[in-house]
């Protein structure tokens, strides 16, 4: 039987691919968690009020079939602020 010079040093040759991978498909689960199934958002003005305040951060659910009296729902509006969606005009 052959023995290897430096065989205490062979675990860590390859150490740091290991935790590269691990920490690369924890990242990977964290982006996919976060981009499908939790959302975050922050309110902005008062039109939630008493119930959600301005600048508070916000945790919810994305899986939701559907909605329920009571529900919070957040919009993402495309044109920025400032802008009024007017049904009527």
Request: hydrophobic share 45%.
């Amino acid at each position: 039987m052959r023995r290897r010079s430096f065989g205490k040093w062979d675990g860590f040759k390859y150490g740091w691919l290991k935790d590269t991978k691990l920490f690369l498909f924890l990242l990977l689960a964290v982006f996919a968690i976060f981009r499908f199934v939790i959302g975050l958002s922050f309110v902005k003005g008062e039109s939630m009020e008493p119930t959600l305040h301005d600048g508070e951060l916000v945790m919810y659910l994305r899986l939701s079939p559907g909605y329920h009296r009571g529900d919070v729902v957040s919009v993402r509006i495309q044109g920025g602020e400032g802008e009024i969606y007017d049904p009527g005009a």
